[in-house]
């Protein structure tokens, strides 16, 4: 991930697929069992608090360890406003309204999207940057929706209601589904917001979330690329660092600019060292509440074997890079997204290897098993850690032949999920709609047919090098006594194979895909394509791997979601909940912290962009722009530049407004260091840190290299 | 391996050698036995020749097969030319008389250790090249023995003689290696050459060889490295190539140009496509004649493992490297050994996943098996092959915890290699000489002595990167419950444990090394140094695996030595021996291949260079030097650079001359593509190619570009 702007599960960005899963994704032929099976699912609120952890609920924030802490009182006044002006950004991040004619704040990588559509061949927003300084010249994004929660309704008991006990597990799902589209829909008729019950503590609270939703959003600023992200991958998750990754955008309604209430006033000072602020921003997705025995599966099996193959995907990649810059061009996104997730892996790894987190996991784990021992209303969940447990072992065992047959690590290669997706859709389309695959269900029919007639360009030679390469890494795993890698491999050497495969296969031709995919069967099955027969020599034995995982992948849902309702009897709320993707309240202080014996000072300066440039010699992704290198001089260079917090956040929080005690912005987070990726696990703040823009930097910015004095006017309530 | 240069069991530049292996050698921890595990040992020749196969004997050439399929008859002249031509660079590499002045020909990557030897803070010869004009100026290389093998006798008997049947394996090998002995002193004493005698099909033969040794050896002209490693790391073992990897040198004697009886002559026309070429040369070694069990295991497990831990460790230093141009700098000499070894590595493993070759293995095994059951007087070989496979099993089980603990992949860490030599030196250097491990013995101990009290820098961050690294990598490979591991991680996370042994320890000052050192055991003891308490840790379960594998490797070495032995009786000379560093003869067409459905033309051309240069912007390693450009115009582009045979060649063959019929320089060996890494494990023409450079881009570039028109005059015999 670039930066902190992850959605839950989200495709794109998700540290957690390998390449090979992401190309096949892009076809279409794993969708969200993979998700669930590579994620980590359904989890449950911690008992024992530290310092400044959690990423609370707006309805039940932690207003007593903060007055106790800091002395500072959370009013009821302080969080509706801090709430009314936090924005949700649909595609994958968060955002703050800064000014009553909204205007929105957020990162630059989470407006990546918006600026890369609106590009075209005479304009790249995305790498040059956008400033539109009459409100006439603001650019409408194409898809862009924002969401602002206006209110919180505690729907449990209705929820519950319907949901009798001794309902089995498939009814209960159906009853609790159907109930909640009742009340989702009720609540839209009336009010005419965007409504959403949200499962939290795994089920044990159901809150309506009511939205008001923003379809008109206009690009206002965005700087370069090369500013917004400087020092690119070496940098990525790592501190100090030197990046403006800002962008704004305006809310419009009825073609006019949006008249805002609740918007966050500019902080004079910025952030202060030591200071206490407040993040208030949509955290993906965590895992803190894993069970000890999938934690362990996570730092024994999953977490390894991703790293091994990343690490082998990143040179191989990195060596077809150097070899020329059309190679480079070619191997870039995915390239990207290997180091990317490499990165982010590396860090949860080191996370779940520091024994004092395991420690107090078991200890936790133990205090609830021992609490659902005593309860009588509990015996139910007693058995959920096991079950869990079973599971889990299941999954191992069945994990390296599903990661490579179904998941499709053996075939890293765009024709092979072509191929996949002709053979599949074959058998699928003519079964009844509910009983096809996922992926081909009719929703998701027009999606799958775009990208399966794409005529993206598919490079021979890149197929090639990656079909050889994943095909090795199968006769690597399996040796090449396996049955199934004997019958892949037919008879060849995985480069001959791959060769032959890639030079014999017709669907790189767009006509023959949409022939074959409108005859069906009997012209797949009479066209004897290489590629196709290979598709169907591991399907037999792909379908069922697949079908273990998602069976066991139900169970381990389930007993999770008694343990979380077991853990909400026992602890109440006056914790939270696991991230959903919905808006949290974090705090922290503005603080440094301690790396290899070395003080890592809480802030940088706009002099360190020059110092670290200059250090690089300027080289990409070192190269501080030209707008930076020429306004040098009028800029004030001990403005502060970029910070880190203790505050809890994770993917999905990038854009998040930092305020002070007034709720002034004083910073936009915008990453976390290389210590926050095992947050996704467990909090802690011993170097675990945010990594924010300063506030002061984006208004000295703005003002003298940008010559936008008009937008940074705005932002302080300048008249 | 940058290009071929590569002697037995080089600790330099063997691909055998991860980084942490390398980086302990340094620090005198493991020698031979480490190679003979990781290098593969003792080889028997092959018994079907496949077209262009073989690294001949010059006493034993291919007469019939030559004359057979390319109607060229080999005389004793011929050959005893070809012989006093050429010339051993004892530093790992070969060259050849050009002319009679003593002129020696051989690669740039060979020149490379006497270029930095001669430069200083003002110079830089191997970067920016040297010419002599003048002889005056011909700079003496520091170190640098030339040997020309003069005469070749057969001394089999002489040995065998002494070597009675039913002495046991220990009493046969000291009383071989005392015949041994004796004779090469007689030798020595009686005609004044260097006197070797050398062990060939594994004992089946002892051949003494008779050199005439250069000491005095000065340069006389190198180009510019970027031109002789022109595309860097992504060229290296690739195809096409734009390489000038020349240099020369002049042969002295009591001060004056040595007089050349023998030396080669110039090819006015250079190597043409389809032409009968021979390589005279001396590579390193091969592992032909491996039994299968030991191929399979170098496909399934000993190449698979190498490359996953060389593939983190690219990962890992080239993140680092990305950081920051010092990182880059103090990563670099391990970044490149470790990408140079997952290339060789990688194509060594492609050659084994390659059916084919693994049942040409399969088959020829059989058939020498199912010989020696039939000869009673081989019944004791019978069973050397299930020996070979026992010991294998026994290898392979204790393998991964001997890498780990004895090897060091573990503790990749100088500071650790320091620490265990201290620690070992205590124990091991009150002991009798015989009886200590070998690295302290006292004819090693002036080089321990120097290398462990080198003032060299030792960088804490990278220290402790890699520290961290490798410990996570134990901490995977064993898990977390390994007894062993958890006492080397004490209760600590990797990166915190890594942090406090490189923080805590002393060995970094060397007055402290020296005083431990010095003081010896009780100061050792007394001192509780972390690192050294780590090494002292892992002592001695580290002893026993190395005890264990040691073990094995003898019971492996003497079953060779007997399948040898059997092969030689069964088959008689009429075919090669795997390679030992000593002069041999290969043949081949200049021969371009397919790939991937493409052509490979076998020669590029000047103008090819100036393209690959564009293509890449010039960006480095494709700069193509100022020179070059400057004189583009000068040169006719259409000159032969590089080209392609099927000569059978290896690691050790770099520098080595291409001699048409008439025994004329046609090229330079200087590489192989990146099939031709198979080559170690057994030959394959189909796409192995060595990779020379041409001999009219030599005079070309030095007439035209280094203005050298007098030294071009001295090569091309012009007066």
Chains 1, 2 share one sequence.
């Not at 096949?24 to 989890?43: D, E, N, P, Q, R």
Request: aromatic share 10%.
């Amino acid at each position: 991930m670039e930066g902190f702007a992850i959605p839950i599960c989200s495709l794109q960005q998700s540290p957690f697929y390998t390449p090979a899963q992401f190309a096949i994704m892009k076809t279409h032929l794993i969708a969200l069992s993979t998700c669930l099976f590579l994620c980590g699912v359904l989890l449950t609120p911690q008992t024992t608090l530290h310092a400044d952890e959690g990423m609370w609920l707006f309805n039940d924030p932690p207003r007593k360890l903060i007055k106790e802490k800091y002395g500072f009182e959370i009013t009821d006044q302080w969080l509706d406003h801090v709430q009314k002006s936090s924005v949700r950004f649909n595609s994958g991040g968060s955002g703050s309204f800064v000014s009553e004619d909204g205007l929105v704040m957020s990162n630059h990588h989470v407006a990546a999207d918006c600026l890369q559509k609106l590009g075209d061949k005479d304009h790249n927003y995305y790498r040059d940057g956008f400033y539109a300084k009459p409100r006439a010249d603001e650019k409408q994004c194409h898809d862009l929706e924002l969401n602002v929660l206006m209110s919180i309704e505690d729907v449990t008991d209705r929820v519950n209601a319907v949901v009798k006990s001794g309902l089995a597990a498939e009814q209960a799902f159906l009853a609790r589904r159907k109930i909640m589209a009742e009340i989702e829909k009720e609540s839209l008729d009336k009010t005419g917001f965007r409504s959403d019950v949200v499962t939290l503590y795994q089920g044990g609270k159901y809150h309506l979330y009511r939205f008001k939703k923003y379809t008109d959003v206009r690009l206002v600023f965005a700087p370069e690329q090369q500013i917004a992200f400087f020092g690119g991958d070496p940098d990525n998750f790592e501190y100090p660092r030197f990046d403006l990754d800002v962008a704004f955008f305006r809310a419009y309604e009825n073609g006019q600019p949006a008249k805002i209430q609740h918007y966050l006033k500019w902080s004079k000072a910025g952030a202060a060292e030591n200071e206490l602020i407040f993040v208030s921003g949509h955290p993906g997705r965590t895992s803190r509440l894993l069970t000890v025995a999938e934690l362990e599966y996570h730092r024994d099996y999953r977490l390894p074997n991703a790293l091994t193959r990343l690490y082998r995907s990143e040179v191989v990649l990195t060596a077809y890079s150097a070899r020329s810059e059309e190679n480079a061009r070619r191997a870039k996104e995915e390239l990207f997204s290997v180091q990317n997730s490499r990165k982010a892996l590396r860090g949860m790894q080191a996370g779940l290897l520091d024994p004092e987190l395991m420690a107090s996991k078991r200890s936790e784990e133990r205090r609830l098993r021992e609490a659902a021992t005593a309860n009588p209303q509990l015996k139910d969940t007693v058995s959920a850690w096991d079950r869990i447990e079973k599971a889990q072992k299941v999954i191992r065992e069945n994990a390296q032949r599903y990661n490579l047959f179904e998941a499709g690590l053996a075939f890293n290669s765009e024709l092979f999920g072509i191929a996949r997706t002709l053979l599949r859709a074959a058998e699928e389309r003519p079964k009844p709609n509910g009983e096809r695959l996922r992926e081909f269900v009719e929703s998701a029919r027009e999606s799958l047919e775009f990208q399966l007639f794409s005529d993206d360009p598919i490079y021979e030679d890149f197929e090639q090098l990656k079909l050889a390469d994943s095909l090795t890494w199968m006769a690597e795993q399996l040796g090449p006594q396996d049955e199934l890698a004997q019958k892949v491999l037919a008879g060849k050497s995985p480069i001959q194979r791959a060769s032959d495969l890639v030079q014999g296969t017709k669907v790189k031709e767009v006509a023959v895909r949409k022939k074959l995919y409108t005859d069906g069967k009997p012209a797949v099955d009479a066209g004897h394509d290489p590629m196709i027969e290979l598709a169907r020599a591991v399907d037999s034995e792909a379908r069922s791997l697949r079908k273990i995982i998602e069976t066991q992948t139900e169970i381990k849902q389930q007993a999770y979601a008694e343990i979380g309702k077991a853990r909400f009897a026992l602890s109440g709320t006056g914790s939270y909940p696991d991230a959903t993707f919905t808006l949290r309240l974090a705090y922290g202080v503005v603080k440094g912290y301690e790396e290899n014996g070395r003080r890592i000072p809480y802030q940088t300066t706009l002099a360190g962009l020059y110092e670290r440039g200059a250090e690089q010699k300027f080289k990409p992704p070192f190269d501080v722009p030209q707008t930076w290198l020429g306004r040098k001089r009028r800029l004030d260079l001990k403005t502060p530049f970029n910070f880190v917090s203790t505050a809890d956040i994770i993917g999905g929080n990038s854009g998040s407004p930092v305020v002070n005690r007034n709720a002034e912005v004083v910073g936009l987070i915008f990453d976390g260091n290389i210590y926050s990726l095992v947050l996704d696990y467990g909090f802690t703040e011993v170097q675990a840190r945010a990594v924010s823009v300063h506030s002061a930097s984006i208004i000295e910015g703005l003002r003298k290299v940008y010559a936008a004095g008009k937008l940074a006017d705005e932002i302080v309530g300048r008249p």
